[in-house]
């Protein structure tokens, strides 16, 4: 159970992508983890939801190594399986007690779809996950809700099993594909690939770069150089 414990101590589109991948320990985390995340604030809720995808592990063994390792990672996945995990909180502060107060669980449950390819799929229930994945969840959970208070209690782990024709994970970060989520009162479409996965563009006039799903620069105009 050791690599389980090791694990918990961490935590727009149209064309096809013909930029270089970069090097996993060369991805800005700051940018990959804007890729994956979204948050929204409104009068009603703040609600932020993350995508834990695949490559979300590799990207954070390659930038440490040490502290998870590529032995571990492979253990991790071998315990996912073709799941993608997703987190989401939701809810508001209180304005007399100024306490975050989180929707349920089970009132995120019912409203937690992934649209892809024409297709909805819901979270898995729990008493479908493994005990190694509930354990994950639980611990993680309580480390949140140490760590971030009310706010990080009320986080909620989905896990979904949507897989291509050769029973391989489908939710491909690096893939031409899209992938809409739902949840609470936020609907959210991931246009990938993810462009923090690849160098950035540069414009023609005057070298700036922008993020690879940029096909045009958006000041000139102008088609941008792909490196």
Sequence with gaps: MKPIFLVITLFISGFTFSQSKLKLN?????KFI????????GQDETIILYWFSDIYWDVFAAKDPKTLSPEIVKQFKEMLGNKSVFVAVAGKVNPYTQKFEAKSEDELRKTFVVKFKGKNYKAIPDSKLSGELKI???SLGQMFSRMLGDFGSGLVFFYTEIVDENGQNALD???NDELTISVSSIQHTFHLPLPSLFMDAKCSNDGELFPANYEFCPYHGSKLIIQ
């Design 136 to 138: 994950i969840s639980e």
């Design 34 to 41: 804007k890729d994956i995340m979204v948050s929204k604030t």
């Design 173 to 175: 970060p690096y893939s």
């Design 26 to 30: 060369n991805v800005d985390l700051t």
